[in-house]
């Protein structure tokens, strides 16, 4: 008896564990019925839906036949698999919930869209490549977060560092006509607004909320300043406010793989390189010197300066890094996509991509895979903005950072910060 | 010993309280001072013409159809812009506008002008303008060739924009004192009237800021970092216009409270959410009313184009309020100084009240300072932090409120140009004290008004505020620049110091 006890420990669940086991079977139950009660009883009989698996855009990939199904009885298949996981998870539970809820919400994200495209095509590739690029920039966000906030500074002036760097690569590259050389300006602006928040949090101890605020509203400030001064007279505008954007670089043999090729290997320079700094982030934060004194420095400082490690160095680095990396997502959304700079045209991605970072606990591959969500749900508004015009628009502009919220919620709770964060080191 | 020590300590405590203010009020107004300074800088090297006389190309006036290397070609038309001179009649005269060039015929007095368009006065003219021809080849316009000229631009564009932001906030003393004089005499108070409008405006700016900077400053105290007044104006103002219009057979004063109460529970509801969450689950504050500020934008931005939207109108507006809804205005155009006024001056000192002098400001000053304290001596967190982020929704409710009762009758997209983003500089600014909030609401509210009249007469931006306000920002959370740009001593003060940077998750 007593050695079943201790081999089996698992087995025991705990009431908090059979009443998340309990919710989430609900909750699942409650899509599948959503599934069969909006969309499969609501369909018409007969029609059939189409995903387009070939891109909208010029690409190498051969052309591959739609995918295209009878809308009903997809839907139904749809509702009753939810509900078959709900019943699973409700009697025996998953061990990892989590994924399943992902599971189970995609059936319903794709149940949705068969329903909405009934009698109708949908370009299911487009949508999958807008998701990688729009989560382009709120990736660049998560991971200059995770760059300062593992050595202790909050980066709450990610938007502000990305709209100012998004208006200096657009204006280094429009009269430079290289656009190297924005990307290059806009890292620099970035990085030096990196400098002044760090002198700010690590020189004169300001509280980091503060001073990142005081970031975000003089970057709005001096940008709009600028484009009101300066850019409402057309010939300047011209002459400062329209570069070329970087175009799609299509890469040899990847990118003549159907569906694969046009998603993730015809895009321009910007998601490649979101991806180059995962990997390089991922690899020095876990596997260099200056990773494991950086992480030192974010969770005791006290005990690193007595190992040696110069606390306010590190932080310094890492903050300017941070703001190099927010300043290549800012150049994203000028020379990486429209050639020209607007007012306040970030609109809160460098928020969302702190958020990102939160759900993907302070680490890179987990920023990215939250970064991807809410890259998911941006072009997933736009796509249904086409399909059901009838929708109101604002909803779903507004569907980006509801999700933030509940993201924040569901996941802050149980997501551990780096124990320095925020926190000023005073050296004694 | 002990007692001559006493003894000073106490005389030190009767002095305290002008030293008390005197100190408290350095740091802030210095920053302010050095925030104008600093503005005033970015106005001057921002200037075209400035610009122009430090660039270091010096330019080739082309002669029409003569070929030149285009990087240092200028037509006659722009080099015109560029060389001020001495000016005389029949010459062509050049100003600035924005970044535009006009040009205008000169004649020789006022009267001769018959088309303003083409000609101008010799004295206005003579300010600013230039006698070139084609031909001059090879003017050079450096800095080193003329380095006063450079600083005159300078200092003249940084004169005129703050000239027309005194001027559009205060008023000119002059033409105040003539509208008195004329009302003494003959009992027409128009002059007057149109002499104090910039006042007017500049206290009628103020009330959303007293009310938005109320708010900030009630979550500052409670340790909450409330950037959501924002939306909460827009909720409250939205929920206000609701009542205003929908409601046409009440008697004024119950119809004005209620539409005032709706506005409040509007921006309550708005911050509880936030608050909610963070009580709940940790998540924290900044992102949550940043986030709700979007939202909110969307909300309206959907209700003005749907439910909400006039009648009759192809625009995003809400019908207009009932007139009963109204918050009166005391004195006839062009005056809009309203009642709201007076109800964001009560709303400051129950605020004062509030945190001071009963058990639940105490209690939300403890949690904003220690946590923890609070925690062990039995309060509750997260009510407190309901609390104070249901409070702070109201009172910038509020400013939406009276924005849309006392001012414009309807909601518009576009109402607040921002008052819940400066109100932040403004609770810092006036250390999150209800007094210190409504000085600090009335420079702002000066500054703001004054600068929709720089904007128009001087053609600079009206976010040069903003930029100022984020150095404000700035000096008062690090008054250790200000100390050393001053070589101020350090001084002792801030008893409580809220704490807003603690992590995500607590």
Known sequence: MSVATATAPTRTQTSAEKKRRIIFGAVFILIGTAILWFFAFNSEGGVTTTFGLNPGFASNAPKVPDLTFPTQPVLYGLGLLAMFLGGWQLAKGFKSYAVVFGVVFLLFIIAFLAWAAQGRSFNLVGMLQATLVRSTPIALGAFSGVMAERSGIINIAIEGMMLSA????????SVSGSLWLGLLGGI?????LGLIHGVLAIQFKVDQIISGTAINILSTGTTSFIVKRFFID??????????KIFAPIHIPILSDIPIIGPIFFSVNIMPYLMILILVVQHVMLFHTRWGLRTIAVGEHPKAADTLGVDVFRVRYINIMLSGMIAGIGGAYFTIGRVGQFDEVMTGGRGFIGLAAMIFGKWTPVGSLGASLLF???????????ILIPAFPSEFLLAAPYVITMIVLAGVVGRAIAPVADGVPYEKE | MAQTEKKQSSSNKKKSFWRQAFNAMLVPVLAVITGLIAGGFVIAMSDPVVLRSIAPNPWHVAAEGEAVDPSIAIDLETALQYHPNEVDVGDYAVFKRGTGVLFREI??????????????DLERAQRRSATLDTGNAGISLTFSDRPLFAFQAAWRSVADAYRALFLGSLGSPVQIAEGWQLYRKTGDSQALRNALRPISESLVTSIPYVFAGLAVALGFRAGLFNIGAEGQIFIGATFAAYIGYSFTSLPPVLHVTLAIIAGAIGGAAWGIIPGWLKA????????????????????????LRGPMQRPGSGKPVSPVIAESAYLPQFFGAPLRIHAGFFLAIAAAIFVWWLLFKTTIGFELRTVGSNPNAAKYSGMSVSRNIIVAMG???ALAGLAGASEVLGLNHYLAEAFSPGYGFDSIALALLGKSHPLGVVLAALLFGTLRSGATSMQSLAQVPIDIITMIQALVIVFIAAPEIIRWLYRLRKVEDEGEKTIFARGWGS
């Open chain 2, 391 to 393: 409070l702070s929704g």
């Open chain 1, 166 to 173: 998004a208006l200096a690569s657009v204006m280094v590259a």
């Open chain 2, 107 to 120: 004649v020789e007095s006022q009267d001769q002008i018959e088309d303003k368009d083409k000609q101008i």
């Open chain 1, 375 to 385: 890259g998911f749900a941006d072009s997933f508004q736009q796509k249904i903005q």
């Open chain 1, 188 to 192: 620099i602006i970035g990085g030096a």
């Open chain 1, 234 to 243: 057309p010939e300047i505008n011209s002459a400062l406010n329209s570069s």
């Open chain 2, 280 to 303: 709940k689950t940790g998540a924290h504050e900044v992102i949550n009313t940043i986030m709700m500020n979007y939202i909110a934008f969307r909300v309206v931005s959907w209700l």
